[in-house]
């Protein structure tokens, strides 16, 4: 089941979690073994061997069960950076299971035994995983669930923590699965920053004449300008066109960027002078200083590019 992306909803009848920054999957265990497959379907057990405690926590019992698995930073928040280096491992070494530990956050209860639990209530199915007792094992965690918070106090809580937001669930839903539903609404905390503009690439169909990406910057304490990732969403078709005209008359034949910028990028990007600020609404910075999840909100020709840091 999947939740719709919109504004928190009001009134009665809504418990409320945080929304968690990793991979979504479906997890089958029983006394013989433990499954982990992503939402797309893969089978992704081999890549993460520690879930492998859940054969033993469940005992005797087959469940399926719904949650997100995770990789925390040094400060204990879901980095999703940080799991791209255990999902990309189909056989992790020891070290890098010691090093980037998996902590599967369980929020829903699907089956137990052979009863389907589909149709049964959000609230009562969580009062089923709860007896599982499956929150003492240490890479198996069941997040708490709100019914005596609002929306916006959650919301508070998760910008305090920088979280990835928070998902409302209807206390009387069902499980639909596969399905996009408006029973469950997710709320995605989004930030605003400035950044330079260094260079652009061409779409693809459509867009194949036209902008596809600005590639961006922030400069650092060395003066100097750094890549912070690339945007192409956000742009109207009539912005697309405009900043590709525009952009042409700023061409220059190497690029502004201090640091490499990806190759993929690269044997593309048509370079210019770093003196457009455009702002982007993003998600959070990764670890190697880019934007992540960026989309284009608008211009600022009265910023001074090299003012342009990173919050």
């Not at 189909?90 to 589909?118: C, G, I, K, Y």
């Not at 989004?190 to 004449?209: D, E, F, K, L, M």
């Not at 650092?220 to 078709?237: C, E, I, K, P």
């Amino acid at each position: 089941m999947l939740p719709t992306a919109d504004v928190p909803p009001q009134g009665q009848g809504w418990a409320f979690e945080f929304k968690w920054d990793g991979m979504r999957a479906f997890i089958l265990a029983s006394g013989e073994g433990v499954r982990v497959i992503s939402r797309a379907g893969n089978d992704t057990t081999s890549a993460f061997p520690e879930l492998g405690v859940l054969a033993e926590t469940v005992g005797g019992r087959r469940v399926v069960l719904d949650g997100e698995v995770v990789a925390c930073d040094v400060r204990g928040r879901p980095d999703f950076g940080r799991l791209q280096t255990r999902i990309s491992r189909t056989q992790p070494s020891p070290l890098l299971v010691r090093q980037v530990p998996a902590v599967l956050l369980v929020f829903d209860l699907l089956m137990v035994d052979e009863v389907e639990l589909l149709t049964v209530p959000y609230v009562e199915r969580r009062e089923r995983l709860a007896a599982l007792g499956l929150g003492g094992v240490g890479t198996v965690r069941m997040p708490e669930h709100y019914l005596d918070v609002t929306a916006e106090q959650l919301l508070a809580v998760a910008r305090e923590h920088d979280l990835e937001g928070i998902v409302a669930k209807r206390v009387q839903s069902r499980y639909r699965p596969g399905q996009r539903s408006r029973e469950w609404i997710k709320t995605a905390i989004r930030h605003t920053t400035n950044a330079v503009v260094g260079g652009w690439v061409t779409g693809s169909g459509a867009h194949r004449h036209v902008l596809g990406a600005l590639l961006l910057g922030v400069y650092g304490v060395d003066g100097r300008l750094h890549y912070a990732g690339h945007v192409g969403t956000g742009f109207s078709d009539r912005d697309r066109a405009v900043f590709a005209e525009g952009l042409a008359e700023l061409a220059r034949p190497t690029s502004p960027f201090a640091d490499p910028v990806p190759r993929e990028l690269a044997r593309y990007a048509q370079w210019v002078e770093p003196l457009i600020v455009a702002e982007v609404e993003y998600r959070q910075w990764t670890d190697d200083g880019r934007l992540r999840h960026p989309a284009f909100r608008q211009l600022h020709p009265e910023v001074t590019p090299a003012s342009v840091r990173r919050p």
